[in-house]
């Protein structure tokens, strides 16, 4: 069960020009996949954040890492820390997380194989036989502008989803979302337009799909005042009132004044977060993402403390492929926490994917658990060199939004609050 | 890897006279023994608090475990709460978990025979070698005094241990325990005698012993004056301050005026406790016990817990043998946040002990950390048959420490704070 090698692979992946309020998705949404070989010819597959940074950091711990047991998690992440967490030039213990998540996942998968065991029930056992999603609404372009030809986004060849800048294009939107995979609650992502737009959006959305449970997510885009208005107007329609302004004392001060829970994915994204953020009731709900709180092990850990402080537990997703999606249904399928479908970009970035199809359909809103062992799905080694070939060939190395979006709009600013 | 069936067997042990704030062990303490059988022949042990009522739960539930994967620990919680926190008679979450947390660790034991893992490397990973204990003092009598002969303990025949009712005769003990078993750290059991005479024990222990951690636990006796001022005589001396007086609010306003930290397996007990004990900063270090913290896995939880609100984290004891002493060894080994040497009554009890002698011993103050799959011991059946029949004919239903001593001093009360 020692771990004798680790494949580090950064990808990237087609993405379209979704918009937020700090920005543009590029056309490329980078990825890191981690092969975990185990003694015995057993593969473990592990999905997080990409660029050159996180590959370089799994390739800087691999030598601590190889030789380990792959059930001790312990020592896994004791090693991550130990190698990144040094005097000089060291990581934050977010950043550390994010990278041990990649391993902790890939781990899983190859004692789910070591053992025959789903990894479901190696994190506890399974208290729900699917998962469900929501349909994850953005702003969009009808395509990713090119430069070369036309500044103006209104040129763009569109793309097979069309534009959605407006309450209408949002309402199909959701209409197609809907019809392909049978979503039955919606987020938007926000933050983009002025308020009053993205209130109308809500309303149209409420009024096309009524009952369904709605959510509003701006990132922060909005000041005191316009997040209180907005909630005020919105009222009952909102399910939870995801990140409305920034930081802890922001959000505890909007939701003294507001009825609906507020969830978060912003001002509380490590455990160090957890005690100023419950003392000061700045969250009612916290979005969850193993990919940054340490991978599934201690995404349990947060749904548990969430539990026992009476705060409710949601999901996160990122730009994302298969091994992300299964590893996603997993945690989900073992948390009982979990009261509300998780958000995924699987929709926009599927096609793809570096895994073999058929394990993760999307069927009426919801992902059923995989029952075969570790993770149940199964990396395409041809579409992983494709994608890293696409990696190799865009010379990208990290995420940039705001700079993709000013390449447009020179006169774009990324500071929050916008509105 | 299905649960086939069941078996519950209480049992009775000896017992020294161990004194202790509300009364007197008892001559036999009482524990209840769990076998999870598992298709294929494995069987998984667990142990944990005794009595009738704890047998009578365990069947109560057994038919909604039985059927369940034996890695399917969020359905067998769920059976326990289901179960026995119906609308009628409903036990509080304290005691299911209780009940839970005896299958918790045979699920955990078979668990580890049916993936060659040690139970340690199924939480996560060793993160030392051995666990350290602490030399674990009680006033005690001499020997357990027969009430048909005389009702003044001064007249029992002495044990192997002698009696303990001073301060010469605790550091006798230490001093037993440590030739014996290797212990570097000191706990007395207090709250028996007038603080001062309490005091004066520590100080002779600190004086034979020097450079021992050194811990004092009324168990809530002392008032809010008391707990101060023994604080303030003991001082640097002290390792930790262990529930000096009763409930949070009592603990905080000692934490306010104290420079030690406190301890408790008193006032937090349970995780509906964390969030106000620790907004209160009520205590500084909460002491762990997977007996009632329901589990192995619960029990990684809340050092994770403690370690994020930067709480620390020791281990509680109450009389067992050797199938807790291997599960409490295995949970310390694999929590990083565990930072003190554990409390074990092993030494008290362990004569009679249920499991096949050699690998739980205590050397150099430390259980070494089976390396063996599951917990890493094996169940001495005629021995389990023998304290089962000291149970039934003991006609001993529950503990009652208060009770017995009332039978030599009948004006004994054990209402609390007494100093």
Chains 1, 2 share one sequence.
């Not at 729900?128 to 349909?135: C, E, G, I, K, L």
């Not at 197609?176 to 995979?181: A, M, N, S």
Request: glycine share 10%; aromatic share 8%; hydrophobic share 45%.
């Amino acid at each position: 069960m020692i771990i004798r090698d680790i494949t580090v692979t950064p990808i990237a992946f087609r993405d379209p020009p979704l918009l937020n309020a700090v920005g543009l998705h590029e056309p490329l949404a980078l990825r890191t996949i981690v092969q975990l070989h185990v003694e015995g010819g057993i593969v473990g597959l592990g999905e997080g954040s990409g660029g050159m940074d996180v590959a370089d950091r799994l390739r800087q711990v691999a030598d601590e890492v190889i030789g380990l047991n792959v059930f001790d998690l312990n020592g896994i992440e004791a090693a991550v820390n130990r190698v990144l967490g040094g005097d000089a030039g060291s990581l934050t213990r977010r950043e550390r997380r994010e990278v041990y998540a990649i391993l902790d996942v890939a781990a899983h998968d190859a004692q789910g194989h070591l053992t025959g065991l789903p990894v479901s029930e190696l994190l506890g056992g399974r208290v729900r036989d699917s998962v469900d999603y929501s349909a994850y609404l953005f702003y969009k372009y009808a395509g990713h502008p090119d430069p070369a030809r036309s500044t103006d986004p209104a040129d763009a060849a569109p793309d097979e989803w069309g534009a959605a800048l407006d309450p209408a294009g949002i309402v199909a939107q959701a209409r197609t979302l809907i019809e392909r995979y049978g979503f039955s609650s919606i987020k938007l992502k926000a933050g983009v337009f002025p308020p009053e737009q993205e209130v109308a959006a809500m309303r149209a959305l409420a009024e096309a799909f009524p009952g369904y449970p709605l959510r509003i997510d701006p990132n922060g885009a909005w000041s005191h005042e316009t997040a209180v208005a907005v909630c005020a107007e919105l009222g009952e329609l909102l399910e939870y009132f995801e990140d409305p302004v920034l930081g802890i004392d922001g959000m505890a001060a909007v939701a003294r004044e507001v009825e609906r829970p507020l969830a978060t994915n912003m001002c509380v994204v490590a455990f160090e977060h957890l005690p100023e953020a419950f003392a000061k009731d700045a969250v009612q709900i916290v979005l969850s993402d193993h990919h940054y709180w340490g991978g599934l092990r201690h995404t349990r850990e947060l749904a548990a403390i969430c539990g026992h402080w009476g705060v409710g537990v949601s999901m996160h997703s990122n730009s994302h492929l298969g091994i992300s999606l299964a590893a996603m249904t997993h945690v989900a399928a073992a948390t009982p926490e979990l009261a509300y479908a998780c958000d995924t970009h699987y929709p926009w970035n599927r096609e793809d994917d570096i895994v073999r199809p058929g394990v993760l359909e999307i069927v009426d809103g919801a992902v059923a658990v995989p029952r075969a062992p570790g993770l149940g799905v199964e990396l395409d080694p041809a579409a992983l060199e494709r994608q890293h070939q696409v990696f190799l060939d865009s010379g990208r190395t990290h995420r940039d939004d705001s700079g993709y979006i000013q390449q447009f709009q020179p006169d774009f600013s990324s500071t929050l609050p916008r509105f």
